[in-house]
Structure formats: C-alpha cells, structure tokens
C-alpha cells in the first residue's frame, strides 16, 4: 500500500517537474519568479485613481495661453459655436416636447465639450456609432437644424421615414450609425466594422459612444474583449456623467470608474476632463492617430454631469439635489470655453448674442416647415424590413390599404383627435 | 449487504424502463438515430457532383464563398481549428487569419460584431456552436439585426451577416446540445431562418443565405452532419429561398417539416403507402421566416388533410403558424382537423430522448386518425 503512493507522488513530482507545465504561465508572464508565498488578495486600493486629463482648468486659467496651446483659433470658435447650436436646438425641441409638438426629446446639456471636442478630433471618413446622447457629433459634421428637427416630427423628410422615436438620428453619408434604444448593442458591432475596416487596409478608424450606465451590458464587455483580442482601431469613448437615469454611478461599478477596466483587457486607456472641450479635442486626436497607426483600440473615459434632465419622460430632482445641478451649469463646458475664448479675444459678448439669435432663428424656421410637412406614406410602415418584398408584406399592405379605405372617416377623426 | 438494498429501487426502476423500452430503441440508447436519410434526387444541370455528407457540402460552400467573395470573413468559437463539427476544415490555412477567425467565448460579443462587418459591406459568416447557445445573442439579432435597415429607413443594413448554428436532436445532446429555436426567431420581421434537410440543400440554401441582402439564421440539424451523405455538385449553386420543396407528391394527406423531419415525414408516407394504400405529401418548408405558405396551402387544398411535424415543443411552435394559416386559407377544402406532431411542451431530455422526438410511429398513429377522421 505504501509503495504504492509513494510510486504515485514520485510520478506526480515528476510531472510538476516537466518544463512544459509552466510553458504557458511562463509566457503569460505568470512566471515563478513572480510567485510568492502568502495569500495576498488584491484589492480596490491597490489600483489609484487615474489622473483625470485637464487643460482648461478653471482656477488655473491664466497659465493657459491660446499660443502656448498651439489651437487653430478658427477651430476653436468654430467648436464653441457648435457646442452654441447644440443647447440652442436642445432648449428650443425639449419646449417644443413641452408643448405636445414631439413625443420625446433628450437634451446634451452640459456634455456638448465630450461629443464635439471629440468630433473636431475626427476625420469624416470615420465612421461613428451613438448612444444616443451625440447629437453634436452629426451637428460638427455639418447636419443643419432641419435634418434633426425632421426626424424628430418624423416627417417624409426624416431618413428612417418616421419610424423610430425622436433622437435616434442616423446619416449614411456622414459615416453616422443609426441610433437604437437597446443599450450597449451598438459596442461590439462598432468593434465588427472597425475590423472590416483594418481587413481593408484602410487609414479609417471607428468611434462608438457609451455612457457609463451602458458599460454594465454584456455587450461592453464583449466589445471590450472583442477590440483587444482582435485587434481592431477603434476609439471607445465612453461619457461618464454620474447617471444613469436616476441610478447614480455609485449604484453603477464599485471600481474607479471604466476607465481602469481598460488596461485589464489589454486597452490603452485615458480619463480626460468630458467638461474641457480642449482637453477632449486633444485626448481623442492623440488616440486616433495611434488607434490607425497600431490598428488597436483605445478607450476613453470622459468625466463629465448630465445637467439635463434624462429625458422628457424624467424629473431629475426627483433624484438629485437641484443644487448639484446649479453647481455643475456655472462651470459647464461653455462657459469654461467661452472665457477661455473671450480671454483669448477671439469671441465676445456681441458675436455670442448675433450667434444665439441666428440660430434661435434657424431653428424655429425648420420647425415651422417641420410641422406642416407631411407624414410619410402608409407603405413606408412594410417597405424595409426586407430588401424585397415577401408574399406576407405584400398580402399585409393590400389588406391595410382596404381596412382604412372603408374606414377613412374614422381614421381621420382618431388622428385628429 | 447495505450496499444491494440501496440498489433494489433503482434495479426495479430499470427492469420497469426495459420492459417498457421496445428492443430496438433501447439497443442504441446512447447514440439512438429515429430515422433514415433520404437522399436528395440529383439536381438537373448539376455538373460533376462527389459524394458528401452535410459537414462537407457546408465545408464546400464556404471556401466557394470564401473564394468568390474577397470580403467574406467566418468567425466563432473554435473556427481556426476546424470547428467542433469540422466545418471549417482548412479554411484558416488557405484563407489566412485575417478572414477565418477564432473570437473569444461570448455569443453577444459573435452577432454583434458580425452585424458591424456587415453595417460596413463586409460578408459576414458567424458561427454559434450550438443553436442552445443562441440565446445570449437573442437581443443583438432581434433588436439589432433584424430591425437595422427598417429602423434607418434603408440607410444602413447588415444584410451581409449570416449566422450559422447547428440544431436539433442527436440521441444523446440533452437539454442544451438539441434544442430547435426556430419559432422564437420566426417572431420577428426582419430575419430570415432557414434550415436544410441535407447535403444538397445545406450548400445551396447557405450560399443563397450568405448572397441574400438581409440577416439570415442558418439552422444546421446536426445529426445530418455525419449521417446524410449524397451526391453535392462541385459548381456554386443556390436554391431558392422564398419556395417550399415538395419532396414527394400525394394525394391524400399533406405533411408538412423542415430539417431532420422532414425524413421522418418521408418514412411515415412509406409506411402510410405500405400499411394504408393512401399516398402522402410530404412539403419541406425550408425556410421558416418568411414562409412559403401559398404552396403549402396549394397543396392541402388539393389533398384536403395536413399535419406538420417537427421536434421543437407544441406550444408556439412554428406548426402553430402552419396550422392557423391552411385552417383560414383552405377552411372550404379541410376534411378533418390539421394536425400536429411535435416534441412535448417540456424541456429537451437526456434519457428520455426516444419517448420525446415526434418519432415515425407517432406520426404514423397521427396520419391514420386524420385519414380516420
């Protein structure tokens, strides 16, 4: 009995023994120099904070100069007055939904500096996929007012035909994804095209959009692990404003933040200031010229507060002190721009009132063509689910037109009522 | 002694299955096969054709497509090495890498990615190991993939992405390596689901899947992987699909199944010949979404009797579907009610597996009562 263990250890020491049990751990950097003796558990604290990326620091503004920072002045006023129509639009549509003119709207309020710093960073070849918070990504890409206020009457003019629900924009020539509700879904798809992309040897890039409520989908994860193990250019920027909805960020993750989840899926990873729109421009210019040049992903993590309610459908005091929201709009990204600017003296108070006002114009005019334009055709509720038409559809479409033949009358009233 | 009173219910639990096991089921109980294959008739204008199984003549189909179409990328669990079921056999060798690809084991993270590649033009062929494991992926091809062109109003679409799962019983897969999920996809406007009974019909239904410009599930009855061989032609062929096959014309019953059914369909009309005198017909659907319902109902206008079979359970089963649409196209024409024979509204199980399947002899028994009726 003994002989016979002590055969069976000698067998299993000789198998520890053997070079090729440790081959992997070896190469995985798991090696046993690296091994030690006590149990040691690995904890929160032993990963600091990351540094937050910062240029535009408010109480450090006079050591920032417009030369020192080497801007195209003409850039950075052409960012300010986007980031200036985009809460224009976003006051003007979110009344309009006050009023029952739309059904729903979302504002960016207090996020303008996340979507067009890193807008202005992009080349328009690249391709973008939205949450749905990014409306100023499409505005820096030259969209007018009429293109966001059609889809969001859902007018004939509107390229998805009035069929989603206002702010889910979309625009094939403008390398814009279509916008869908479901969180998270549009991470790995950006991840799948950002490959076909890098298959196609082609000096483009992918930029998908988060918020930080939507990295806790699997489809983050998936992406994540998908753009690092596959190797795909990508930009991962997620914007972290403390909500998701009324669940705030410490309901959300109890590590720090998303960006530290980078480096543990192998992705080189930034926190950058989302309120500073210089510091947004230039974090995401830096990591799209390694993104193509490496053709590996990045992921961003802007830090910024979603002065805005979540949606029209949403009382944010009903959740947060209304003080916090005064706190964050004295030092929202626009104002911290526009002193920069107007230190800078390359905007003042006069060009800031002629920009307003021509924009307030510009809108209310798209809109007052937006209402009265009509709705699109009744057929466009079966074309485009398939590339064809299947006999089902088709059958569909004849009985619906006779259905509201015989009751036109009646469907006239409903409407109108 | 402690030991063998322990045993005596289990002991007396066996006798019990052994006498209530027919002989022949019981002999294969752990590799059991409920039914015969038969071959596909050689297509005309076929060319030079070579025996195949359906793991080759998918195998085939793929490096044509591959081939044919530079884009095209094949990615999933276990690829580069050929695949769990080796239908991927050489591929990474010759198409490199780049284009056949192992991803990390995540089915959300498989569909979507494949939907980005094809967003962008690129062919896309995903593989989910098996169709149980589909469900993880279930919002990124509901959500995502079938509403992508609709919801831009034709803008944007993944009409180049299809996904490839294998399906159905194999005698011993148990409750995650059997299933048959077609009808939760069938819910949902946008997708195209289509299974093949065979060799033939596997390479020439998956290129047009791979060709057509709208997200396909490809739905692969594994147990056909090994066990249906015949004759595939070499060229690049497709088969329709928007038309049911009907496989053997009939006058007096119509039978209705997809896949692996659609054999033992064919067997119970040869027991129906033999035993009955009545001649069956028997319609394999194909494609489940959209269905061709205007030959199925061609067809039980003229025979005036239908049963649909097939493995997944009874309630919302795709024979559901089957059914409510002959009973209000052909209500003039039906001579008793249509039937279905089905898997049982339960989960897939292991031991019990011969006792589950909508075997011959329950779609025997289901022929005789409607001819009855």
């Known amino acids: ?417 | 002694m402690i030991l063998s009173k322990s045993c005596r219910p289990l002991q007396h639990a066996t006798k019990l299955l052994r006498r209530c096991l027919p002989a022949d089921r019981l002999k294969n109980s752990s590799r059991s096969i409920q039914f015969n294959y038969y071959p596909n008739p050689v297509l005309e204008d076929a060319g030079e054709t070579k025996e195949m199984n359906m793991c080759n003549a998918i195998n085939n189909a793929m490096h044509q497509c591959l081939e044919k179409d530079e884009t095209a990328v094949l990615f999933g669990e276990d690829i580069e090495f050929g695949g769990v079921f080796r239908c991927s056999v050489g591929m990474k060798d010759r198409f490199g890498q780049h284009r056949v690809f192992n991803t990390p084991l995540c089915e959300q993270g498989i569909v979507g990615f494949g939907i980005g590649l094809a967003n962008i033009g690129v062919t896309a062929i995903a593989e989910i190991q098996f169709a149980d494991y589909i469900f993880p992926a279930f919002d990124q091809l509901v959500n995502e993939a079938a509403k992508c062109r609709y919801r831009s109003g034709g803008e944007w679409d993944c009409g180049k992405l299809t996904v490839r799962a294998p399906c159905g019983a194999v005698g011993h897969g148990g409750l995650y390596h059997s299933q048959s999920p077609e009808a939760y996809f069938a819910h949902t406007p946008g997708l195209r689901v289509v299974i093949p009974r065979g060799p033939v019909q596997a390479k020439g239904l998956l290129l047009s899947c791979i060709e057509e410009p709208d997200p396909c599930i490809f739905f692969e009855p594994k147990i056909l992987y090994r066990t249906a061989s015949e004759p595939v032609p070499l060229q690049y062929y497709k088969l329709p699909l928007d038309t049911a096959d009907i496989v053997r014309e009939g006058d007096a019953i119509t039978l209705i199944g997809w896949g692996t059914q659609v054999h033992v369909l064919l067997e119970t009309a040869d027991m129906v010949r033999d035993e009955l005198g009545a001649l069956c017909e028997v319609i394999d659907l194909r494609s489940i979404l959209p269905w061709d319902s205007d030959s199925v109902c061609q067809s039980v206008k003229k025979t005036g009797r239908a049963i649909v079979s097939h493995e997944a359970p009874l309630t919302n089963g795709f024979g559901a579907e089957v059914a409510a649409t002959i009973q209000e196209e052909c209500f003039l024409h039906l001579e008793a009610p249509v039937g279905r024979v089905t898997g049982w509204d339960t989960p897939f199980p292991h031991i019990q597996e011969p006792f589950y399947l909508p075997d011959k002899l329950r779609c025997f028994e289901a022929v005789k009562k409607t001819l009855n009726y």
């Open chain 1, 1 to 417: 009995m003994f002989t016979l263990i002590s055969k069976k250890y000698c067998f299993v020491k000789k198998l520890l023994k053997l070079p090729i049990t440790f081959s992997r751990l070896h190469a995985e950097g798991f090696s046993m120099e690296n091994s030690i003796d006590k149990i040691p558990f690995v904890g929160k604290h032993q990963f600091t904070q990351l540094p937050v990326y910062r240029i535009l620091n408010s109480s450090k503004m006079d050591h920032v100069t417009i030369d020192k920072l080497q801007f195209h002045e003409d850039l950075l006023v052409d960012i300010y007055k986007t980031m200036l129509s985009l809460s224009v639009m976003d006051t003007i549509l979110y009344e309009c939904q006050r009023q029952g003119r739309i059904s729903f709207y979302m504002t960016n309020i207090g996020e303008e500096a996340v979507q067009i710093g890193s807008a202005a960073a992009l080349l328009p070849d690249d391709l973008v996929y939205a949450q749905y918070r990014e409306s100023g990504v499409l505005l820096w890409r030259g969209l007018d007012y009429t293109f966001f206020v059609n889809q969001c009457f859902g007018n004939k003019s509107d390229k998805s035909k009035g069929r989603q629900m206002p702010v889910h924009y979309g625009c094939k020539s403008l390398n814009f994804v279509t916008i869908s509700s479901p969180l998270g879904t549009q991470l790995p798809q950006a991840v799948g095209a950002a490959y076909g992309l890098k298959n196609h040897h082609k000096d483009q890039c992918v930029t998908c959009y988060f918020g930080e409520g939507a990295a806790s989908e699997g489809d983050a994860h998936a992406a994540l692990n998908f753009a690092a193990v596959l190797e795909c250019p990508i930009l991962l920027i997620c914007r972290n404003n403390g909500y998701a909805i009324s669940t705030p960020a410490s309901q959300q993750y109890k590590g720090h933040g998303i960006a530290v989840r980078g480096p543990a899926y192998g992705i080189r990873t930034i926190r950058v200031d989302g309120n500073d729109a210089l510091a947004m421009y230039q974090v995401t210019k830096e990591a799209r010229q390694y993104v193509v040049r490496e053709k590996k992903p990045v992921l961003i993590e802007a830090i910024t507060y979603r002065i805005g309610h979540h949606s029209t459908s949403d009382d944010s005091t009903a959740y947060r002190k209304f003080g916090d929201i005064a706190d964050y709009s004295r030092n929202c990204p626009i104002v911290r721009l526009k002193k920069f600017l107007c230190d800078s003296m390359i905007w003042d108070d006069k060009k800031e009132q002629e920009w307003l006002i021509k924009s307030r114009n510009h809108i209310i005019n798209a809109i007052c063509f937006a209402e009265i334009e009509e709705k699109p055709l009744l057929k466009d509720l079966f074309s485009d689910v398939y590339y064809t038409w299947p006999r089902n559809l088709t059958t569909m479409i004849r009985i619906s037109q006779s259905e509201i033949e015989v009751n036109i009358l009646l469907f006239v009233q409903v409407l109108e009522l």
